[in-house]
């Protein structure tokens, strides 16, 4: 008995139903010319013909071959009719998180680079980089980089001390004079301030000079990144892909939410969701998280044979995790990429399958089994020459061949092959009717593994001006263009399953600025994909500003610079067993806010009944042509009458309920204001802690580091005692002021200044005029800071050797000193010099810094606070003395009460604060 | 020029002192102008210009222009952001630059779009309106992007619109042909295929016909084509009429003076469409509803070799794009004309090469597998594996039916070499990608034939030790499937592995 006749006995067996295979070709394409050229050919007719044709005429079916009067085109009923619309609950999204305990500083913008005034050209509307500007600011906050080198080499004919009058130093310089000059005030920055002669002398004679070292070196080196920070600015493509993702659970109203969050993007969070049909999706528990040693700048999911995998992208690493069925992550491998990935990929088709690429050009196939395979590597972009380091990869219908693109097109490229064969699937060129300037952003391959799928060769392709749908059994021939007209670039795309059958597939697409649109296709197998109906606009997290309360304009730019955050991630869910189609969409925003929207198809009850209204108008105004316009009046005025309740919706109080929930946390965070520091001239200020402090400092340098972000306060223990500037008072935390003329407002005036009688009696007792002023001359005495040459580890609770050395100037001792070890003997006495013209702290009080220091060492932590000086009310600034820093200073300040280091200056501010507050002597 | 000197410092040194501010632009920036410098003397696309506008007076400085040169020789044309105009005017205008006029027309144009996003049609159209002012531009550059903007819009606006019909289109459109000769044609095409859409061919062909005879001035290339097209379709719609004389004339049984006119009437309704439709095939492109019916027409007057010689060239053309249906087309034509197998053979390699993936792939495979020649059996195999590497086409059963039946042909025919050289190359990939437990239990679930045909091909090609061949035979002995056994069977004797071994 043969085995085939065998299975023909089987009657009882499903036989002969064939599943209608996707990979049928539509027999039928829409005529287009095929002319190959550079991009931004003017006579390519492509413009006008039928795939560029981005508006109503992608509707249009191609003309079939029989005659369209012998079967007359069943007037189709329009998407909208038979679909409905996709609607959204609210006007905008809705926070679905908590705000994240970090705060974010909207990035940089054209305003911080450009030029702002206005130029005295009468037509140049020109947009140039200030660098005058930045130059300002750079010599300004980098005083000690951009001038440091310089003072080295003019070290040697400069004499800051007296003058000696040997032969040898006839070169040399004076400059004692022009440093009386200039102590006292900062020239700089004061308007007032008093030019000495001498002053003015020098500036002419040095300034070209050495304001063409400055510039000449720090220019270029600007210039350079400036450029850099511009082009990040236009485009920036690290995060092409998007960093959000949805991780189905095992059923199917529950899954993850995965995104990154902290300031540097490190966090990488897994947040469970519970989905209902009705109500609003739930956030069950706090997130899973997981931080990682980089930014995450790409998340990628797919479930592939029941194996959920989820694979990130940081800027020099990837990692794939595998999520059981209960949603734990497991990590799987993680690949180290030296020149920085640009893109990763999990295979539709082959569970753990990678495909990753980087700046070098090398594309590589990975998995956590078999490993690393590279399959493409060109460091040269594809078509022409771009000076683009992106590139991309994805999957195809076929597991053996993948897509390698960039930014000038994309090719198919076979894994088993030799590397750089295959033809192109897509070129910017004329073949596809591409602008002049036009470059690939995304390249996105649209077949999914689930057998719903539009069509399982079809590839998206976005440029900044326009979207092409792509199948890969035709290339170079788009079988559609849309003008996505976006104003940001479309980083981020998702292709959607129908919401329910037959319907048509959503497609979202999703600007860097935030700006959302679905489009509708058609086609599935034998059909070329088409627009089933207009492409629509979905409102963006900036939307949503009017269902916030209305804030002080303060709180307002606040929530208005986090609404208007960068997108950074899209997701869309399709909630199980809803009785209408509903979805989901999740959006990330730079700020780390996951907010959500629900959309759904609401049938379209308006339109037919407008539809028949037209027909029964046109069988009756088709008489009167004249009447036309009349009529067109009328049914303007009355669309108008009922458009705005048919498709406005407005903000439902639970939805209020819910931002203003979220902005009340929000607001709650504490706005970081940098606590002020005076200028300082120490680079080394973290020398001077005790060595235990200065291994957490170092612990918390190093957190910093790793995370990418400011150097915080935080990072470096408690902060020490530091009165805020005159100046700033009024805007610390607790606002006196503020919170004076709230009482006052609400007519509670007498209650508060009694209170504040009763409770500011004691510290106010000292008048702050004094203190004042001793931080004021202390900001400029701080110079004695820098000279710790000496190593770290000899004296910690020492004073600063300086004082040490003033004390002992001009002895022998000195050159033991271990400052001195580092500075060349014939520099010592100008170094001494100069030190002598420095005000210096009074003798008495260093006569003996040693014992007294030693003895402030012993203090304990509890010694009475009068000692030192009078602090605001500042609760930042109330974290307990430590005593070595007490040592030299604040004993020192309570006893001269005019020279003195205060306690601010000794530990590491500099490092601690944005680095724009560092020292503003210039010279 | 001064080579030696990098770019950064010729930009300080053009150090305006009296404005205060360091004039370096961004290497980023200029080229932006250079672009639009360029785009204008060459005779610009109109697309390009619109957002170039405000930079089209702006000439880069000498010291610049060295640079972009250097950057730009050899390469492409720096990246163009759309959004980096706007990103710029934010800061640099203030409002100083643009008038009112200006101003006004480009928010306009923002709303329309909008409320064209948002489906707004009846908002759309009253936004339109107002946009009809910037056909007075003062640029002559906006000027002429205005008509095409407001045809885009207001086409997309009518076709939308729910109260919109055919005569408000047509109006509309018979105004927007004459303002602004450049869009003529194109509009006219466009008018023409949507009222083909609305049935009306007729008019349609009354449009054609009107924009083919149109004439202004010297034509530029890209309408030269675009009036090659517009004959195309008038072409298409000849074809129509003729294939309904044709009907006509075989329906009805007509006395012989009748049917000699209507002939004659058929025959010109022939020259005409074959003449246009000829003419377009020429050019390089995607045509085939024009070459279906070209052929159709041509084959009908007994024109076989001129027929074949059309879908030939269509399909080996090596300017044209690589379009499967060309291929499928000059199949399917040999086919009736019962050309030889070999023939056949040879047109279906090469859409083999170009689309493995095809339905008609498993026709290709019967014709191998029926063909006397070895090398053409052992293609069949190939054919079939191939089809099969496509993730469209694993729950193919027909496919896999093949190849477990061919399969069982080659081992018997002892061409176990010819399954090894299929298979090597995809040994490290099919069984996860076909053959895992999952795909077991599912496929189980979901069809059975496909299933036991699947677990027959795991089994020779992995053993029997195979997860999918052990998960199916055990289901199947479950529920007493009496293949099963005779497959383990067959399985145990004939597997690649066992034959490596040997």
């Not at chain 1, 003309?63 to 079967?71: A, E, G």
């Not at chain 1, 209020?656 to 204001?673: D, E, G, I, N, S």
């Not at chain 2, 076709?159 to 109006?171: D, G, L, R």
Request: aromatic share 8%; with cysteine.
């Amino acid at each position: 008995m043969s085995f085939s006749s065998l299975f023909h006995r089987n009657r009882d067996l499903r036989i002969g139903h064939e599943p209608c295979t996707q990979m049928d070709f539509p027999d039928n394409l829409f005529p287009t010319f095929f002319l190959p050229g550079p991009p931004g050919l003017n006579d390519s007719p492509g413009l006008y013909l039928a795939p560029a044709w981005s508006d109503c005429m992608q509707l249009l079916k191609p003309p079939q071959t029989q005659d369209p009067s012998v079967n007359p085109p069943q007037h189709e009923t329009s998407y909208v009719t038979k679909w409905g619309r996709w609607k959204s609950d609210t006007p905008g999204p809705l926070p679905f998180l908590r705000p994240g305990p970090d705060l974010w500083n909207p990035e940089l913008t054209p305003r911080d680079l450009l030029f702002q005034g206005r130029l005295r050209r009468p037509f140049g509307a020109k947009a140039t980089v200030d660098v005058m500007e930045q130059l300002n600011q750079f010599l300004w906050d980098h005083g000690d980089i951009a001038f440091g080198p310089l003072g080295k080499l003019l070290q040697e004919d400069f004499n800051l001390g007296k003058a000696k009058k040997s032969r040898k130093d006839r070169t040399v310089m004076n400059a004692e004079r022009l440093l009386q000059d200039l102590s006292g005030h900062q020239p700089k920055g004061c308007p007032w301030a008093h030019l000495s002669t001498r002053q003015r002398r020098f500036s002419l004679l040095g300034g070209t000079v050495l304001a063409e070292e400055v510039e000449g070196l720090l220019g270029g080196l600007l210039h350079e990144e400036l450029e850099t920070r511009w082009k990040g600015l236009l485009l920036d493509e690290t995060s092409t892909g998007g960093a959000l993702a949805w991780v189905p659970g095992a059923k199917p109203h529950v899954g993850q939410l995965v995104y990154p969050t902290g300031q540097a993007y490190n966090q990488l969070n897994f947040q469970k969701v519970k989905l209902f049909s009705t109500r609003k999706p739930q956030a069950v528990g706090d997130p899973t998280q997981i931080l990682l040693q980089g930014p995450v700048r790409q998340v990628v999911t797919r479930t592939v044979q029941g194996e959920a995998l989820l694979a990130v992208r940081s800027d020099h690493h990837c990692a794939v995790w595998q999520v059981s069925r209960q949603g734990h992550p497991e990590p799987l491998q993680v690949l180290g990429t030296e020149k920085g990935a640009t893109g990763i990929s999990l295979s539709p088709h082959l569970p753990g399958e990678l495909a990753v690429c980087t700046r070098s050009g090398a594309v590589c196939l990975w998995s956590p089994q078999n490993g690393l395979k590279q399959i493409y590597k060109d460091p040269e972009t594809l078509v022409f020459k771009d000076s683009s380091s992106w590139r991309w990869a994805d999957f195809t219908a076929h597991p053996r061949m993948l897509t390698v693109a960039d930014r000038t097109g994309v090719r198919l490229t076979d894994v088993r092959g030799p590397s750089g064969c295959g033809e192109f699937l897509f070129r910017v060129g004329a073949e596809a009717s591409c602008q002049r300037g036009e470059r690939i952003l995304l390249a996105q391959y649209l077949g999914t593994s689930s057998p719903v799928s539009l069509s399982p060769t079809l590839h998206l392709i976005c440029t900044q001006f326009s979207l092409y749908l792509l199948d890969e059994r035709l290339p170079l021939v788009p079988m559609l263009k849309w003008n996505h007209a976006l104003m940001s670039p479309p980083l981020l795309a998702e292709l959607l399953p129908p919401p329910c059958p037959g319907a048509p597939f959503p497609l979202l697409l999703g600007g860097l600025g935030g700006h959302l649109r679905m489009l509708h296709l058609s086609g599935g197998s034998s059909h070329t994909p088409q627009l089933a109906a207009p492409p629509q606009s979905l409102p963006s997290l900036s939307d949503s500003l009017p269902g916030f309360p209305v804030l002080e304009p303060h709180g307002q730019q606040l929530l208005q610079d986090r609404l208007k955050a960068p997108l950074m991630g899209l997701a869309a869910v399709v909630p199980p067993s809803c009785p209408s189609p509903t979805m989901l969409l999740f959006q990330l925003s730079a700020a780390g806010d996951v907010f959500y929207q629900h959309l759904w198809l609401q049938p379209d009850t308006n339109s037919k009944s407008a539809d028949s209204l037209q027909n029964s108008k046109s069988c009756t105004d088709h008489t009167d042509d004249p009447g036309l316009h009349s009529h067109d009046q009328s049914s303007a005025t009355s669309s108008l009458d009922t458009a705005p309740d048919s498709g406005a919706v407005s903000w439902n109080p639970q939805a209020v309920a819910c931002c203003r929930r979220w902005l009340k946390t929000l607001l709650q965070v504490p706005p970081a204001l940098p606590p002020w520091t005076p200028p300082t001239f120490s680079q080394h200020p973290l020398r001077w802690l005790r060595e235990e402090v200065k291994g957490k400092v170092r612990e918390g340098l190093q957190a910093a580091m790793n995370e990418g972000r400011l150097l915080q306060q935080r990072d470096l223990g408690p902060l020490p005692p530091s009165d805020p500037p005159p100046a700033h008072e009024p805007f610390g935390p607790e606002n006196k002021l503020t919170e004076r003329l709230e009482a006052f407002w609400e007519g509670k005036g007498a209650i508060w200044w009694d209170s504040q009688q009763g409770s500011t009696q004691v510290p106010r007792k000292r008048p702050s005029r004094e203190k004042r002023r001793t931080q004021l001359s202390s900001s400029f005495s701080s110079i004695r800071a820098t000279s710790d040459f000496s190593d770290m580890d000899s004296h910690h609770g020492t004073p600063s050797p300086l004082h040490r050395m003033s004390e002992a100037s001009q002895s022998q001792e000195l050159s033991q000193e271990p400052w001195a070890r580092n500075v060349p003997r014939e520099r010592r006495q100008t170094l001494r010099d100069y030190l002598a013209v420095l005000p210096s702290p009074e003798s008495e009080n260093c006569s003996s810094p040693r014992s007294q220091n030693r003895s402030s060492q012993t203090l304990p932590t509890s010694e009475p606070m009068s000692h030192s000086v009078p602090r605001s009310q500042d609760p930042r600034t109330q974290t307990p003395l430590r005593p070595h820093q007490r040592n030299s200073s604040a004993l020192c300040s309570q006893n001269s009460g005019i020279r003195s280091l205060p306690s601010r200056h000794t530990p590491s501010l500099a490092g601690s604060q944005p680095l724009k507050k560092k020292p503003r002597m210039g010279f | 020029m001064m080579p030696s000197q990098p770019p950064w410092k010729q930009g300080l040194r053009r150090t305006d002192p009296d404005s205060g501010s360091a004039d370096l632009q961004l290497r980023a920036l200029p080229t932006v102008s250079l672009s639009s410098t360029r785009t204008c003397e060459s005779g610009a696309c109109p697309v390009l210009l619109e957002n170039m506008d405000t930079f089209s007076d702006e000439l880069t400085s000498p010291g610049e222009e060295d640079d972009q040169v250097e950057a730009s020789v050899g390469a492409g044309p720096e990246i163009h952001l759309p959004w980096r105009l706007q990103h710029i005017q934010s800061i640099v205008n203030h409002g100083h630059n643009g008038t009112n006029f200006t101003r006004t027309t480009s928010i306009c144009l923002n709303f329309i779009q909008e409320a064209v996003l948002k489906h707004q049609w009846q908002q759309a159209s009253e936004f339109l309106q107002s946009y009809f002012q910037a056909l007075e531009d003062v640029n002559s550059q906006k000027r002429q992007v205005a008509p095409e903007n407001i045809w885009k819009l207001g086409s997309a606006i009518l076709y939308h619109h729910p109260k919109s019909n055919i005569e408000t289109f047509s109006a509309f459109a018979d105004r927007m042909k004459n303002i602004g000769v450049q869009n003529y044609l194109k509009i006219s095409l466009q008018h023409a295929l949507y009222l083909l859409h609305k049935g009306m061919v007729e008019d349609a062909y009354r449009n054609l016909n009107q924009a083919e005879s149109w004439r202004y001035g010297e034509m530029s290339a890209s309408q030269e084509k675009l009036i090659k097209l517009i004959q195309a379709y008038r072409g298409l719609l000849d074809y129509y009429t003729w294939s309904k004389k044709r009907t006509e004339l075989a329906r009805f049984d007509m006395d012989t003076f009748a049917s000699n006119a209507a002939t004659q009437d058929m025959h010109s309704y022939f020259r005409q469409a074959s003449l246009n439709l000829h003419e377009i095939i020429e050019i390089p492109g995607v045509w085939d509803p024009f070459v279906k019916s070209y052929v159709e027409m041509l084959k009908y007057y007994g024109d076989q070799d001129g027929a074949r010689q059309v879908l030939t060239d269509y399909a080996y053309d090596n300017n044209f794009p690589s379009n499967p249906n060309a291929h499928i087309y000059l199949y399917k034509f040999l086919k009736k004309e019962k050309a030889p197998g070999d023939k056949l053979i040879s047109v279906l390699k090469t859409l083999h090469q170009i689309v493995p993936s095809h339905k008609i792939m498993l026709e290709f495979h019967t014709l191998l597998r029926k063909s006397k020649k070895e090398k053409h059996r052992k293609l069949g195999l190939e054919v079939l594996f191939a089809v099969l590497d496509f993730s469209g086409c694993t729950e193919n059963t027909t496919a896999w039916r093949y190849l477990a039946k061919y399969l069982k042909r080659m081992m018997m025919e002892k061409h176990l070499d010819w399954i090894q050289d299929g298979w090597s190359s995809r040994k490290d990939w099919w069984p996860t990608f076909h053959f895992s437990y999952y795909l077991a239990k599912k496929n189980w679930k979901e069809n059975k034939m496909l299933a036991l045909k699947k677990a027959f091909t795991s089994g020779i090609l992995l053993g029997k030790g195979c997860k999918y061949f052990m998960y199916v035979s055990k289901q199947g002995h479950k529920v007493k499937e009496k293949s099963i056994k005779t497959m383990k069977k067959f399985v145990k004797k004939h597997n690649i592995l066992d034959s490596e071994e040997l």
